[in-house]
């Protein structure tokens, strides 16, 4: 029987890549920091189907304490077998112009959002290499292919994501450990209620042209992904384009957030 892992898998894509494969009759360890959240994810996957409570491991881990998901993710493969597929799901985004954000919460970013990621991997990494099979999947962002006005630290650490992912991609090739990363889009998620109450006006004239994506969405076209063993995950036409043809397209994205940005000073 497949096993998942997944970080981050208590609410948002991870949660709803986690209703995927438990639908399909698949393992799944969700991994995350609040309890609480775990136990409500926990029913909420089992709902009206007791039977696969038996399919569903909760662990309570910070992605930043690698010993301490390293633990974790060992508990979790002791109880359902080796890791098949890693989702590396956890993460955060506190919207902020860089000089007004305190260094404290911008490393916090970089560290879930890229350490964490790391972490994740190096977890199930060896052990893949060994048996010759694995696929992990980062989740990223639409951020990593353009500099958003206050998310500075966002940004930059899902940009060096997208590098860590290529780079690791490389070196898994040959020992048959796949490597993926999708960049999905605004989603309709808890993080993202709470981050819309703090997005400036400079990054919604950026981001205001594409309606969020339902979570369970996202979800379904990154486990599509994982089925055909695409590397890269691009979510809509607008988003595929940037990723593509960004040298373009940014400019004019710019120039619209620039506008916002000198009517802020003048008023």
Known sequence: ?????????????????????????????????????LEKAWSDLAEGRPERHALIRIACADVTDRAGLSAAVAEAEAAFGPCDILIASAGRVDPAFFEMQSPEIFEAQVNINLV?????????????????????VFISSGAAAIGIPGYSAYCASKTALKGFAEALRAEAQPFGVGIS????????????????????????KITGILRPWPASKVAEKIVKAIDRGATDVHFGFALTMLALFGAFIKPVLYWRALQTGNRRETT
Do not use: W
């Open 1 to 37: 029987m497949l096993h998942a892992i997944i970080t981050g898998g208590s609410s948002g894509i991870g949660l709803e890549v986690a209703r995927t494969f438990v639908e399909r009759g698949c393992s799944v360890s969700l991994i995350a920091r609040r309890r609480v959240l």
């Open 116 to 136: 964490g990621a790391a972490n994740a991997a190096r977890a199930v990494y060896a052990g893949m290499k060994t048996r010759g099979r694995g696929k992990i």
């Open 181 to 204: 990363i999708a960049y999905p889009p605004d989603t309709r998620t808890p993080q993202y209620e709470e981050e819309m109450r703090h997005r400036p006006d400079e990054a919604k």
